[in-house]
């Protein structure tokens, strides 16, 4: 189970900084990555990380301005959002993919999903 926290309005320019809480004793062996929906567009990929944490990926559009990283002691994953822009609007869902499946920014790779969390950001 995913759990994610720390959504909210902000004004452009601003930070936030998602979390994202997940049961289960297998949590340090999952790739974790960050996805947003916003209203009518089709869900994106954000950022990911390995399950040690040596390797980060980001989307084009949040590359500079995010930064994911994530505790194993924890099992918590964030996502730290700085320079807040009001197309960073959106929902954004924490996800999880074991390790047998390929490393790729689809969504249909990631086997685990969190209910969302909303993000405004006003201009």
């Known amino acids: 189970q995913l759990v994610e926290s720390g959504g909210g309005l902000v004004q452009a320019g601003g930070s936030l900084r998602l979390s994202c809480a997940a049961s289960g004793r297998t949590f340090s062996s999952l790739r974790m990555g960050w996805f947003r929906q916003a209203p009518g567009k089709e869900r994106e990929f954000v950022a990911a990380i390995t399950w040690s944490a040596s390797s980060t990926y980001y989307a084009d559009s949040v590359k500079g301005r995010f930064t994911i990283s994530r505790d194993n002691a924890k099992n918590t994953v964030y996502l730290q959002m700085n320079s807040l822009k009001p197309e960073d609007t959106a929902t954004y869902y924490c996800?999880?993919?074991?390790?047998?499946?390929?490393?790729?920014?689809?969504?249909?790779?990631?086997?685990?999903w969190g209910q969302g969390t909303q993000v405004t950001v006003s201009s």
């Open positions: 996800t999880a993919a074991p390790p047998y499946r390929p490393n790729t920014p689809n969504d249909s790779d990631y086997d685990y």
